[in-house]
């Protein structure tokens, strides 16, 4: 079956770039079905959507985001991947890639990956 | 501060039926579908509910959700002990643009 899974450093500095990738098995990322996202999860707090890319690289950001995130998509590969940059102690959290469908719910997620951002 | 409103916790007796609560807007859940996660903690959330009522493959149907205007609710009949974690509602919010989720409720058995 089809399975997620994220990879990237555990620990960033401040002002840096936060990236991750989303590894994907068992199926292809190039389908006309799902959307790829990423969602985050700060210690013992709720979900915040970040954003997410169709096959065709088309994305779509969270807007408190969207001028630090760039989501993109290496089809050959099968991967998707998320760029976050200048970063803070607000953005340490559990990064979740995920798969999505159009009338938007997340139907499948990778076990997650705990960063943090300290110097 | 969460788009969507949920109690931070609930709880009852094993073999009980409990119900968690989501609230939102004319922009989310009144013109769009529900989506319910439970999540472990510890681990990844898992789809329990997708529009509105559906259940994933696997999902017992002592799960059970309904939507009515701008609320949601989750109905866990016949409580068990590994149903304790945190349940989050989410739903498409057309303001803005993307999806969005409840601040989570903490389900505790007794």
């Known amino acids: 079956q089809v399975q997620l899974q994220e990879s990237g450093p555990g620990l960033v500095k401040p002002s840096e770039t936060l990236s991750l990738r989303c590894s994907v098995s068992?199926?292809?990322?190039?389908?006309?079905?799902?959307?790829w996202g990423w969602v985050r999860q700060p210690p013992g707090k709720g979900l915040e959507w970040i954003g997410d890319i169709f096959h065709t690289g088309r994305t779509n950001y969270n807007p408190s985001l969207k001028s630090r995130v760039i989501v993109s998509i290496d089809t050959p590969r099968n991967v998707f991947s998320l760029n976050l940059r200048s970063v803070t102690a607000a953005d340490t959290a559990v990064y979740y890639c995920?798969?999505?469908?159009?009338?938007?719910?997340?139907?499948?997620w990778g076990r997650g990956t705990l960063v943090i951002v300290s110097s | 501060q969460s788009v969507l409103t949920q109690s931070p916790s609930a709880s009852g007796p094993p073999g009980q039926r409990v119900t968690i609560s989501c609230s939102g807007s004319?922009?989310?859940?009144?013109?769009?579908?529900v989506s319910w996660y439970q999540q472990v903690p510890g681990t990844a959330p898992k789809l329990l509910i997708y529009?509105?009522?559906q259940r994933p493959a696997g999902v017992p149907d002592r799960f059970s959700a309904s939507k009515s205007g701008t609320s949601a609710s989750l109905a866990i009949s016949g409580l068990q002990s590994e149903d304790g974690a945190d349940y989050y509602c989410g739903a498409w919010d057309d303001s803005l643009n993307g999806p969005v989720f409840g601040g989570g409720t903490k389900l505790t058995v007794l």
């Open positions: 004319s922009s989310n859940i009144g013109s769009n579908t």
């Open positions: 068992g199926g292809s990322v190039r389908t006309e079905t799902y959307y």
């Open positions: 529009r509105n009522g």
């Open positions: 995920a798969r999505a469908l159009d009338d938007w719910f997340f139907d499948l």
